[in-house]
């Protein structure tokens, strides 16, 4: 079943970022001087971004490549995006390091820069003062489009098949332990409390085996950064008590584990990066949420103890289509 409601996330697109050089842009010469990248706002707006409203959100995602990072201080409080004329644009930090080399922002594009030509001028300003608003970025944007820039669904199940919904379409698999087992597992059923289709499995693991239930991200198991993730939501449901396991994994390498206990009752899980069990807690391949966030390749969900799971509506809020592309 799909749900509109928006879990409130930063949101992005790819970029072409072209660097300060000898190009004269319009305005006085302290804008030029000060201006550190100008972007072609085509090239912000990919396809499936193409605005139907008058106002969408554009992401730029600068690194070492694109942008210079030492004309910025370390919180990028002294940094602003303009049009050429000066006049400034709403945007948002999502995310800033200045000893990595990366940032992210979110852009407010509204009708006056659907022209074709339009730029936005990162400029840095003489007074330091954070102009990064959310509020302003958002404001007026409908539910439906703010989930369309602002996540991605990962399954609602409707389909009744084991391709996901994520951009390129992987497969969920299913494992379990010595010990456990994988009983019945059906992608499409319907729960008579819970609207819409669903995904049911009858398992066993006793004791500290355990069955999984996962995903890669993209085909083929590429890492993928969810620096910027907002929250994971879904819903769930199993055998009173039993425990659950979701997991963000490089690999089978190391994680980003957050436990919960399961009920008879449908629930909704918001797992955000501070959610994540610190470094070593549960198991040795527990690394956090830090040592994971650049190099994510598989959404897992573990679960142990009892013999039912009910899932269903997984969406990352934070990221985008291009993310998992």
Not at 35 to 48: E, Q
Not at 51 to 78: G, M, Q, V, W, Y
Not at 232 to 257: N, P, R
């Amino acid at each position: 079943m799909r749900y509109s409601t928006f879990g409130f996330a930063s949101i992005l697109t790819v970029i072409v970022v072209l660097g300060c050089s000898d190009e004269r842009l319009s305005g006085n010469t302290t804008q030029t001087e000060n201006t550190l990248a100008r972007i072609l706002v085509d090239s912000v707006l990919p396809g499936w971004n193409s605005p139907s409203e008058t106002t969408t959100i554009a992401t730029l995602r600068l690194d070492s490549s694109n942008f210079d990072f030492t004309k910025i201080d370390s919180a990028a409080n002294d940094l602003t995006v303009e049009q050429d004329s000066g006049q400034p644009i709403p945007f948002e930090i999502v995310f800033w390091s200045k000893p990595e080399k990366r940032g992210r922002l979110q852009v407010r594009i509204d009708s006056s820069l659907l022209r074709p030509g339009s730029h936005l001028n990162l400029r840095r300003k003489l007074s330091a003062t954070s102009p990064s608003d959310p509020v302003k970025v958002w404001q007026g944007l409908p539910d439906s489009q703010k989930l369309a820039v602002g996540s991605v669904l990962v399954d609602d199940f409707e389909s009744g098949t084991d391709s996901t919904l994520l951009p390129t379409g992987p497969r969920w698999s299913f494992s379990a332990s010595e010990s456990a087992g994988i009983d019945l597992k059906r992608l499409k059923t319907t729960d008579g409390t819970h609207p819409g289709n669903v995904f049911s499995m009858d398992y066993h693991a006793p004791n500290r085996w355990y069955v999984v239930v996962k995903t890669p991200l993209v085909k083929g198991s590429r890492p993928r950064s969810l620096r910027s993730m907002d929250s994971l939501v879904f819903y769930a449901k199993g055998t009173k008590g039993s425990a659950m396991f979701t997991a963000l994994e490089h690999f089978d390498v190391f994680k980003a584990w957050k436990h919960d206990t399961l009920d008879t009752n449908w629930r909704r899980i918001c797992i955000r990066p501070s959610s994540f069990l610190p470094p070593g807690a549960s198991e040795q391949s527990n690394r956090g949420w830090v040592a994971v966030r650049d190099s994510v390749t598989h959404l897992t969900f573990i679960l142990s103890g009892g013999t039912k799971f009910l899932l269903d509506n997984i969406r990352f809020f934070g990221i985008d289509k291009d993310d998992l592309k």
